[in-house]
């Protein structure tokens, strides 16, 4: 990221840490089947806005940040889909396998 590239450390961390912590908000967002509260989100947009807001301070460019940050969303969203399907395929496996050896038990 620009931080890294100029040796901030420290933004960096910050900017990582908020990354991280968008991911695992999404993440259960999706494991527990619902749209984020209005809570989650106006927190989750004042932390991005205060750290776009360093960033201009420090002289970064904030509209490759927001490219950047918009791409890293865009792959969550991917990736929350993905496991969705992935979650749906293994119940969708489990509801037929466990009739069939439930039928086999009884059958032996």
Do not use: W
Not at 59 to 67: E, K, L, R
């Amino acid at each position: 990221m620009i931080a890294k590239e100029s040796n901030n450390v420290q933004f960096a961390c910050e900017v990582s840490a908020q990354i991280c912590n968008s991911q695992a908000l999404v993440a259960n967002s999706a494991s527990r089947r619902a749209p984020l509260t209005t809570r989650e989100l106006q927190t989750t947009i004042h932390d991005v806005a205060l750290l776009l807001y360093q960033a201009q301070q420090l002289h970064y460019d904030s509209s490759t940040m927001i490219m950047r940050v918009k791409a890293k969303i865009q792959a969550l969203e991917e990736q929350m889909s993905f496991v969705n399907e992935k979650s749906s395929r293994h119940g969708q496996i489990a509801a037929e396998e466990v009739p069939k050896r439930l039928h086999r038990c009884l059958v032996d």
